[in-house]
């Protein structure tokens, strides 16, 4: 990606990485170069298992190495049948937590994720009484790249 804006964060205590499907790969890369071993968490969206496989190993390697403190998956077509942002409306306070501590949100993926992710941040923001979501967009701590 071209974008410059978004890479691992160099001073945040916290990063959440949310993709969905193809949006994975470039935080792959970020995880892997997170040597400090910054407490990160990667939710990510595919259809189903059979997709995930393809970045099985380097997301257990990475939580093996403490690269990646924890992975949260959400499935649309098997199982429980989730989204990505039902994964983060579950988590609502460690969204809002990691933003009131200067923690970084990053969003990869497709358009539609983003704006289904935004929304929800933005009524998490709302409920824990924390300035809106442009707030943190302008302090670089919600950063995204989609497409």
Known sequence: SKNAHFHFPKK????????????IAPFLGMIDENKHKVETHLYCGFRDQSS????????????????LSQLN??????????????????????MAETLKNKGVLM????????????E?????????Q?????????????LTDCY
């Open 73 to 94: 998956l959400a499935y649309s077509r098997q199982g429980e049948k989730q989204y990505v942002k039902d994964l983060v409306a579950r988590d609502a306070l460690l």
């Open 107 to 118: 969003i990869c993926g497709s358009l539609a994720m983003q704006q289904m992710v935004v």
């Open 120 to 128: 929800i941040l933005e009524t998490i923001c709302k409920e824990h």
């Open 12 to 23: 945040a205590q916290k990063v959440i990485l949310i993709s969905n499907g193809t949006g």
């Open 52 to 67: 995930f496989e393809l970045y099985k190993t380097g997301i257990e390697k990475a939580l093996a190495a403490q690269k």
């Open 130 to 142: 924390l300035n809106p979501i442009s707030y943190y967009q302008s302090h670089n701590q919600l």
